[in-house]
């Protein structure tokens, strides 16, 4: 196997570094390593990661490969820096069975650009009456251990509690998509002044927050864990930090976008903003991140949601809700979390690779940048600024709220298990 050397790379923001990479493994990490047979990267500075850990991807594949493919997604993974993306089960057919979850994990490995773990669905056909071969996904050879019905909420509490009573077995965890459907009938966007001065539907915080509440509520009830994702909302933050601070054992994540945009944007029109949940306010931008900051939010995951132009292009209440965000999302966390002084690369490294792995329990991702632990890795030129341009973007899919926009940082290469998937930016 081929040896690569990576000169002077700032491990996790630290000192200058050279890490040795030896097949799959990391050999040796420390000063004036000898390059001898090794092929060399010079990183000049860059900041070396454990490869980004993705727990909320749609990749969209079976059914909507008009939008993504596992092929697609996986390449926009790589290119942003993440070598495993979780894919969420809203497929069609919906993944309700070993055999579809299978399937795209098959499909994961045979393409080869960041490890695919399959996310199985909590109930039959994301319809929430009845749960889904839970056991039986597991036991597949994805072997399946996050469940979510994301899209929709598993609303009904007594389906919840059973989903979380299950999945107790195999140390699985239920992540919920928080939306109570009778507050939000007929929403377009977040409740408050703006959606009054437009007369847009309103998605009120409190459709998000009930849920939460009710839910960390039923894992205390039944020892189990629960995650939460796409927090939208100070409220939300506050629940969760209750509920931590009582020992519920629950988990949290935030988008990029979330993190960065508010409802004010929807003032355009431009569809590029819809999203579920909503865009929320300023206020609550200020206390997601804040909460990400303190660990109240465990993690970073993108909720990247393609979609085709003819489903976006459109005017607002017709066109369809979600955004890409792999190839930007470390970007985004640059902007909001590292240039306020809020993380820094080690924390960066925690919240969208270490955290997100062990929720997921994706072995071998996550791990320290230290030798015997598998090269997976991404490495960041920080101090690189320019405008996005999603005509370069690897995803088939362009509805990015960020064009245009100047924003920090550019991944430049990702090694998956010491195999290049990502090159000065270019794809392998
Ligand atoms: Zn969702």
Same mark, same amino acid.
């Given at each position: 196997?081929?040896? *690569? +050397? ?28 000898? $390059? ?15 490869? +980004? ?82 056991? $039986? ?26 989903? +979380? ?46 849920? *939460? ?14 995650? *939460? ?56 931008? #200020? ?11 465990? *993690? ?106 100047? #924003? ?13 998937? #990502? ?6």
């Amino acid at each position: 196997m081929s040896k *690569i +050397l990576i000169r002077g790379a700032k491990v996790l923001g630290g000192e200058p570094q050279d890490v040795l990479i030896d097949g799959e493994t990391i050999a040796e990490v420390g000063t004036g390593l000898s $390059a001898e047979g090794a092929e060399v990267v010079e990183a000049g500075g860059k900041v070396l990661l454990p490869g +980004l850990v993705d727990l909320h991807t749609h990749l969209r594949e079976p059914g909507r490969e008009d939008s993504e493919t596992v092929l697609t997604g996986t390449r926009a993974a790589a290119s942003g820096g993440y070598t495993a993306v979780f894919a969420m089960a809203n497929t069609f057919p919906v993944a309700d069975t070993a055999g579809v979850v299978e399937q795209v994990y098959r499909l994961g490995q045979e393409h080869g650009y960041c490890d695919v773990q399959p996310i199985g669905a909590v109930t039959v056909g994301l319809e929430g009456q009845k749960l889904a071969e839970l056991g $039986a996904m597991h036991e597949s050879a994805a072997g399946v251990t996050v469940f979510s019905d994301d899209g929709k909420c598993v609303h009904d509490a007594v389906i919840m509690r059973r989903a +979380l009573e299950y999945v107790k077995a195999f140390d699985g965890v239920v992540a919920q998509h928080a939306q109570e459907p009778r507050l939000t009938e007929g929403a377009q966007m977040n409740e408050g002044v703006v959606s009054a001065e437009l007369g847009l539907g309103g998605w009120p915080a409190v459709a998000e927050e009930s849920i *939460i509440a009710r839910d960390v509520l039923l894992a205390e009830h039944v020892g189990s864990r629960v995650h *939460i994702c796409h927090l939208s909302t100070a409220g939300s933050v506050e629940i969760v930090r209750w509920a931590k601070s009582r020992g519920i054992d629950v988990t949290a994540e935030v988008t990029p976008h979330h993190l960065l945009l508010t409802d004010e944007l929807v003032r355009s029109y431009n569809p590029v903003y819809k999203v579920n949940p909503p865009l929320r306010t300023e206020r609550d931008v #200020l206390a997601l991140r804040e909460a990400l900051a303190d660990g109240t939010i465990d *993690i970073v995951a993108t909720d990247h949601a393609p979609h085709p132009h003819e489903d976006k292009d459109c005017e607002w209440a017709a066109a369809a809700m979600g955004m890409v965000g792999l190839e930007t999302a470390l970007s985004v966390v640059q902007e909001t979390m590292v240039k306020t002084g809020l993380l820094d690369w080690a924390g960066v490294a925690d919240r969208m690779s270490v955290t997100p792995a062990r929720i997921g329990q994706a072995a071998g991702h996550g791990r320290p940048v230290s030798a015997g632990e598998p090269a997976n890795l991404t490495l960041v030129d920080t101090a690189y600024r320019g405008a996005v341009d999603p005509a370069g973007f690897a995803s088939r899919s362009r509805n990015t709220p960020y064009e245009g926009r100047e #924003l920090p940082g550019r991944v430049t290469h990702t090694w998956l298990r010491g195999k290049a998937t #990502l090159v000065d930016g270019k794809l392998t």
